[in-house]
């Protein structure tokens, strides 16, 4: 199984702040990472896939880098709505896999 | 406008059985593979499983922690998924979210998820 390693765990931020979470795969996945936004009681929305492809109606402060087993989530200024728990997810091959989440507080 | 309603979630013993349903609105819903993810209370998100298309021959791929205890089904015809759940322990305790794959540039990556329904696993 490809594992994923978020990092980090938890990020304090305010706002306006550049904020940039890495995701690690345990053996090269390509492209085929995902980005997902998660809040309290709500099912995940996918912000970015393929890594770097911004999905329709995301805001543009949101971007995605990297390939083979590095990549990384940046949010360019962090805005109040953005406050919220992130997970990367590999589609290169079974068992999907998810990484293990990185929430971002308010500082 | 995309909608996924998940159903049939409760509380089951040790043991039991349940069947989750997902009816799917907005989108032409035999041309998708459909999965099943899941999150327990406070952890963060496992794949449960999918079932790909007709054109795939309706073909299952399952996480290790439930092959041979779930199945996962669909009706075209119903625009509905389906998740039968055999065999249950404390541990599948968790929301479980209908995800519909979004095929772009050979990136098949979740574009939309149901609201969840939640399975309690307790005696």
């Known amino acids: 199984d490809i594992q994923l390693t978020q990092s980090p765990s938890t990020l304090s931020a305010s706002v306006g702040d550049r904020v940039t979470i890495t995701c690690r795969a345990s053996?090269?996945?390509?492209?085929?990472l995902a980005w997902y936004q998660q809040k309290p009681g709500k099912a995940p929305n996918l912000l970015i896939y393929?890594?770097?492809s911004l999905e329709s109606g995301v805001p543009s402060r949101f971007s995605g880098s990297g390939s083979e087993t590095e990549f990384t989530l940046t949010i360019s200024s962090l805005q109040p709505d953005d406050f919220a728990t992130y997970y990367c997810?590999?589609?290169?091959?079974?068992?999907?896999?998810f990484g293990g989440g990185t929430k971002v507080e308010i500082k | 406008e995309v909608q996924l309603v998940e159903s049939g979630g409760g509380l089951v013993q040790p043991g039991g059985s349940l069947r989750l349903s997902c009816a799917a609105s907005?989108?032409?819903?035999?041309?998708?593979?459909m999965d099943w993810v899941r999150q327990a209370p406070g952890k963060g998100l496992e794949w449960v499983g999918r079932?790909?298309?007709?054109?795939?021959?309706?073909?299952?791929e399952y996480a290790a922690s439930v092959k041979g205890r779930f199945t996962i089904s669909r009706d075209d015809s119903k625009n509905s998924l389906y998740l039968q759940m055999n065999s249950l322990k404390t541990e599948d305790t968790a929301v479980y979210y209908c995800?519909?794959?979004?095929?772009?540039?050979?990136?098949?990556?979740?574009?939309?998820w149901g609201q969840g329904t939640l399975v309690t696993v307790s005696s």
């Open positions: 995800a519909r794959v979004t095929v772009v540039s050979g990136s098949y990556h979740f574009g939309d």
């Open positions: 907005g989108f032409t819903f035999s041309d998708h593979y």
């Open positions: 079932c790909r298309n007709k054109a795939n021959t309706y073909t299952t």
């Open positions: 053996q090269s996945i390509s492209s085929w």
């Open positions: 393929k890594a770097s």
């Open positions: 997810q590999q589609y290169k091959s079974y068992p999907l896999t």
